[in-house]
Each structure stands twice: as structure tokens, then as C-alpha cells.
């Protein structure tokens, strides 16, 4: 068994261990805006060949100790850190699916962070209009029509609060994105507030950076009807992920792997069969 594996075969926890660690290492400090670069980790905690192993989110040999060790020297908040840890844990486990399915957050963290660090992201969402740009009237439609109890009580206001500033960061960064959207989630009723949310979605699609696009009925039933794909690619030699929700399964996969490049092949046929949004609204 070799330190760094297939990571066709490396399990979802692996990848997103990596993905947390590296984010952790180079998070804004006070006097070190760009963090720490890996030369800066003490020897004692562990190589920079093994930090380099560690942040790839392929590497088998996780020791949980130089994990805890890292976290320590990062001052990682206590419950970032069990998260963390909890993650560590599950990509050594035998089952890694239940202990994986108990690490997940509700809060997006780790969505976010991916969001944050790539240099092009795509979308895409057959019924729903894509997250990272719900306006706060097509939050409040979804608040205002949700009839389903949920195990727990919902915060819909720190929801909207999430929404809102992961949408400003995306405009301010005014990186590329493409939005690949299903008519059915632009015919559903959509209630008083249509205008305002149909309005909203053009002015979105108006930014330069932004490609929003729709995939008509009359594109029939294709291969990505019923999933929900995001795209995360990145300019400085990171591997693109890919997080999906489909009936083929869900959670982040890396890229560049056979499931991943089904996915990306997916997203790139999708996209040849959609219109763009000025076209759709004329």
C-alpha cells in the first residue's frame, strides 16, 4: 500500500480532511494575512512532505495525534476542531459511511470554503434556482411554502444571513460562474413575490462575470433531470471537486477521477442544451 492512493479510491472524508486542514493553515491571522505557509509547521508536528500528503485528501496514513498536534498549533476553535477530528476519524474507519454521515454539518462550512477558495465555480439545479444566488425573496417563497416539519428547529434567519453573505462574497470576488437552472424551477408558482424574484435572477445574469442558463422542457429528460451538481475548479494546481446530489449518489467527489469526470461530462452536455437566460426571459 502506497502513502498516496488512487483517489478514485480514497473516501469522501479524506477529501474534505485535506480541504479543512489546508483552510485552517492558511486562514487570516493577525500579522499573517495569508496564514501559514507549510514550511512554517514545526518539524515536531510533522514534514512538509507529510502536511503536503495530508492536505491532498488522498493520503491513507492520517495519523489522528499529528492531526490534533496541527489544529493545536492552527488555534483552531474547539468545535471546529472536533469536527476536524471527527473527519480524521472517519477516513480511517472500515465503514466510513455512518461515522461520515454523523461528521456532516448543517451550517455548509465545508461548501462554503470550497466556494471561497476556487477560481470557477458552475451550478447546477434542476427544480430549484441555485443557492449561491436565492435572492431574499425567493428565501422568503421557500420559508413562506415549506410545510414539512424538520427534526430540530430551523433558524430561517441565520439561513438568510448564510445565503446573503456567501452571494456578496461571490459578487465581490467577481469570479466566473456558470448557472445551469431547469425551467420547472422558474414555472413553479412562485407566489406575490415573482416579479421581484424573476427581476432579481436578471439582474444576476447581467453581471459580467455571470452566466446564467436555462435547460428548457423541450431538452426532454437528459441525464442531469433530477440532480444537483456544483463545480469547483481551481487556478493554482489544487484538484477541481465536484459536490453531487443525485440517485447515483451524493457528496463531494475529486474531479479528476472516473465518477468525477461522469460528472463534469454531465455538466458540459447540459450546458450545450441550455439558452441563455436573455434569450429564455425574451
Not at 476519524?89 to 459511511?97: G, H, L, P, T
Not at 477521477?257 to 441550455?274: V, W
Request: glycine content about 6%.
Amino acid at each position: 500500500m502506497t502513502d498516496i492512493e488512487d483517489p478514485a479510491m480514497a473516501p469522501p472524508p479524506l477529501l474534505e480532511l485535506g480541504r479543512q486542514l489546508e483552510a485552517e493553515r492558511v486562514r487570516p491571522r493577525s500579522r499573517l494575512p495569508k496564514g501559514y505557509t507549510k514550511t512554517d509547521i514545526p518539524n515536531d508536528i510533522c514534514s512538509t512532505k507529510t502536511l503536503g500528503r495530508l492536505e491532498s485528501g488522498q493520503y491513507r496514513g492520517v495519523n489522528l495525534g499529528t492531526v490534533l498536534k496541527l489544529l493545536r498549533f492552527y488555534q483552531t476553535p474547539y468545535d471546529h476542531a472536533d469536527h476536524i477530528a471527527r473527519l480524521a476519524e472517519a477516513s480511517r474507519a472500515r465503514d466510513w459511511c455512518s461515522v461520515y454521515a454523523n461528521v456532516l454539518e448543517d451550517s455548509n462550512w465545508f461548501l462554503q470554503q470550497c466556494e471561497d477558495a476556487a477560481n470557477y465555480l458552475c451550478y447546477h439545479s434542476a427544480l430549484t434556482i441555485p443557492s449561491l444566488i436565492h435572492s431574499e425573496a425567493y428565501y422568503r417563497m421557500i420559508q413562506r411554502t415549506t410545510k414539512n416539519s424538520f427534526e430540530g428547529e430551523i433558524n430561517w434567519e441565520d439561513g438568510l444571513d448564510f445565503r446573503m453573505e456567501r452571494r456578496e462574497r461571490w459578487i465581490t470576488s467577481e469570479r466566473p460562474a456558470l448557472f445551469l437552472i431547469g425551467q420547472a424551477a422558474l414555472t413553479i408558482a412562485l407566489g406575490v413575490d415573482q416579479e421581484t424574484i424573476l427581476n432579481d435572477l436578471r439582474q444576476v445574469a447581467a453581471l459580467p462575470f455571470a452566466d446564467v442558463r436555462i435547460i428548457p422542457f423541450s431538452a426532454g429528460r437528459y441525464d442531469l433531470q433530477t440532480w444537483s451538481l456544483n463545480l469547483f475548479e481551481y487556478d493554482n494546481g489544487q484538484q477541481p471537486v465536484v459536490n453531487v446530489e443525485s440517485p447515483r449518489g451524493g457528496g463531494f467527489v475529486a474531479a479528476d477521477t472516473p465518477r468525477g469526470r461522469f460528472f463534469r461530462g454531465a455538466l458540459k452536455d447540459a450546458s450545450g442544451i441550455s439558452m441563455s437566460s436573455e434569450d429564455f426571459f425574451r
